[in-house]
């Protein structure tokens, strides 16, 4: 069965360092992964997703992921962070080998970036 | 500008009283899900609609039913709720299964 892991609950780094929230997966397949960002009393937004090509993927509001298909991980990234990048993280994944709009959550990650 | 709208925002009923929260989008998205989100357990899909007229039971469809009359929207329909329903829910559409899932803003219910 697909599933998906975030092992940390929260998250704490100092604005201008660098940070990784991170996530594993198992699915029967190649997987197609996606990092989704809830900011307080919002829904939650598309930030990025791995379906196949170049490990590095580069999303929105300068985050990116790197695919490592032998550690099934997909951990987000990005070089300097922002006290407005305090958020609810979700990775998700997606088993391409069942042919629905089913996507598997993990328990999500919280950001807190201190200044 | 493209959305996925959700009402109501804030929702308080008590056990038994049948509710509908709706969900529309206007980007002509064929695929729309609901979800339902608690703490320490993340996103938990209910139901899932691939077209008009085509329904399927997520990972917690129990206690909830849905429909599809039309492409832009796909209520979640709470027959008799419970307590066990108090949660935050998200409305979602996408293009394709592969693309990424635009979110509706929510809807918290409290179901005493």
């Known amino acids: 069965a697909q599933s998906v892991a975030q092992p940390e609950d929260q998250v704490n780094v100092a604005e201008g360092n660098p940070l990784t929230v991170k996530c594993t997966y198992s699915v029967s397949g190649n997987p197609y992964l996606f990092w989704y960002v809830q900011y307080p009393n919002r829904g939650l937004q598309f930030l990025l997703k791995y379906i196949t090509g170049d490990n590095l993927v580069k999303g929105s509001y300068g985050f990116e992921a790197e695919f490592n298909k032998s550690q099934t991980s997909f951990h987000l990234k990005k070089p300097s962070a922002l006290v407005s990048d305090s958020a609810l993280y979700f990775c998700a994944v997606r088993d391409p080998l069942r042919n629905t709009d089913k996507l598997i959550f993990g328990t999500g990650t919280r950001l807190q970036v201190f200044p | 500008e493209a959305q996925v709208t959700q009402n109501p925002r804030y929702l308080i009923t008590v056990t038994g009283k049948k509710l509908t929260v709706t969900c529309s989008q206007n980007?002509?998205?064929?695929?729309m899900s609901w979800y339902r989100q608690d703490p320490g357990l993340g996103l938990r899909q209910i139901y899932y609609s691939m077209n008009v007229e085509v329904t399927d039971k997520g990972d917690v469809p129990e206690g909830y039913k849905v429909s599809r009359k039309e492409k832009r929207n796909f209520p979640l329909i709470l027959e008799s709720p419970s307590p066990n329903q108090t949660s935050l829910y998200f409305c979602?559409?996408?293009?394709?299964?592969?693309?990424?899932?635009?979110f509706g803003s929510g809807t918290q219910l409290s179901v005493l």
């Open positions: 980007m002509n998205h064929e695929y």
């Open positions: 979602a559409s996408s293009f394709a299964p592969a693309e990424k899932l635009f």
